[in-house]
């Protein structure tokens, strides 16, 4: 789709939606500024790869559609017209090879993200893209859009807008939530915003804490319903995070929100058979220690024991089938979620049903909204990355119709 007449549109959000918004809008022939609050563009992209930037996975629509749970048709078509494959060759343009892990998982060959964002702003300037930092998005002034700058208030008009401000996580990084009031004073319906891809809190007791906080749980099943996964989890001071963990945390958020208790079972060693488990555990103790006894008998040590002794009552110690039983399924009772500010990512958002087929606010004719800041949520694995690039492409293209109905 393009346009005539260069319309000039303004995108609020310098990340991965509000940039591909931006390319998109540029390719159809509109002006385009881009205001972010911060100093520099895709400062939470730059923090997603820290660890090696996951930018999308490698399995089969019919498997990755799937992970988007209840929000799986709101972003169905936005993934027909923009996903894995197509994020990837969009890569590969940038000149940024990748390469897909044991996992499933893609990966840049590099494994960071800061090459990729500098190539993209590199070629988005080169297309005529302006990027306005440190704006910060107040709301509207009657028709106008409000922004603090460093030299003042700033009013902008803009033939078309696409909001794309993230959602609540990582507030340092920009996506601070403050939009909230500003769309809800509008009368535009927003899910209240929750921690997704998050930590949870355990009762540790103070001498667990104290030794195993920072420590990794390598290699364990873990089990909620009839939801298994093999991974790794962190005990923190406050409790448990880690990939493991997230995979489980949309359901024990909700579970915990509607006054259930969220329980997961540890399986702590998938590689042993429960009778034969319970075989060697009825050995004598003899003169071992309760260390040495799960050690030579159990393959457990360090963090391991230490969640069976934290978790499990004493006698059940001095019985071998409720013990191995327990090293199989040792149930990890959850309290609450962690706040939104330390989750990797938030649920909720502006409502679909506020929106068109375009991405549109319906009582807001030529404002559109992408990626985090709609209602939905994902789990880790490149799905939330996926989303927010094919969500901004959706906004931008939905914008460019629009304009190009107008004209």
């Known amino acids: ?55 999308t996975h490698s399995e089969p629509s019919d498997q990755f559609l799937p992970r988007y749970g209840r929000h ?102 920009g996506s601070d939530g403050a939009w909230v009031k500003m769309l809800s004073a509008r009368g535009i319906a927003v899910t209240p915003l929750q921690s997704a891809n998050c930590g949870f809190d355990v009762a540790w007791s103070e001498h667990f804490r104290t030794k195993f906080a920072g420590q990794p749980v390598k290699a364990v099943i873990a089990r909620v319903g009839d939801v298994t996964r093999k991974g790794e989890f962190v005990v923190t001071e406050t409790g448990v995070e880690g990939g493991l963990i997230y995979t489980f945390a949309a359901a024990a958020r909700d579970t915990l929100a509607a006054g259930g208790k969220a ?27 309760l260390a040495n006894y799960l050690r030579k008998y159990a393959g457990l040590d360090g963090v391991k024991a230490g969640l069976l002794r934290e978790l499990l ?8 089938a409720r013990l191995a039983a327990a090293i199989k399924a040792l149930p990890v009772p959850l309290k609450a979620a962690r706040p939104v500010t330390e989750a990797i990512s938030t649920a909720g958002g502006v409502a679909f049903a506020g929106l068109d087929a375009n991405l549109m606010l319906r009582t807001l004719p030529g404002v559109f909204c992408a990626g985090e800041m709609l209602d939905w949520e994902a789990p880790t694995g490149g799905y939330l990355l996926t989303a927010c690039f094919a969500g901004g492409r959706a906004a931008g293209a939905g914008a460019l119709k629009w304009l190009a109905s107008k004209a």
Not at 313 to 320: E, I, K, M
Request: glycine share 12%; aromatic share 6%.
């Open 263 to 289: 329980i997961i079972h540890l399986d702590l060693a998938p590689a042993r058979d429960l009778k034969a488990l319970v075989q060697a555990l009825s050995r004598p103790r003899g003169k071992n220690s």
């Open 1 to 55: 789709m393009t346009v005539k007449g260069n319309p000039k549109v303004a995108v609020i959000g310098g990340g991965p939606a509000g940039l591909m918004a931006a390319e998109t809008l540029l390719a159809g022939g509109a002006r385009v500024d881009l205001y972010d609050a911060m100093p520099s563009a895709g400062r939470k992209f730059l923090m997603a790869g820290r660890g090696g930037l996951n930018i």
């Open 72 to 173: 799986r048709a709101d972003l169905e078509s936005a993934l027909a017209q923009f996903g894995p494959d197509d994020l990837r060759s969009w890569v590969h343009c940038l000149g940024i090879e990748t390469f897909v892990g044991t996992s499933g998982r893609v990966f840049p060959t590099e494994m960071k993200a800061a090459p990729l964002l500098r190539a993209w702003l590199r070629r988005l300037r080169h297309s005529g893209l302006t990027l306005h930092m440190r704006h910060r998005w107040l709301g509207w002034d009657e028709r106008s859009l409000m922004f603090e700058t460093p030299a003042g208030p700033l009013a902008v008009n803009a033939e078309a807008v696409v909001l794309a401000l993230g959602g609540g996580s990582w507030p340092k990084l």
């Open 313 to 320: 009552p004493p006698a059940d110690f001095d019985a071998p």
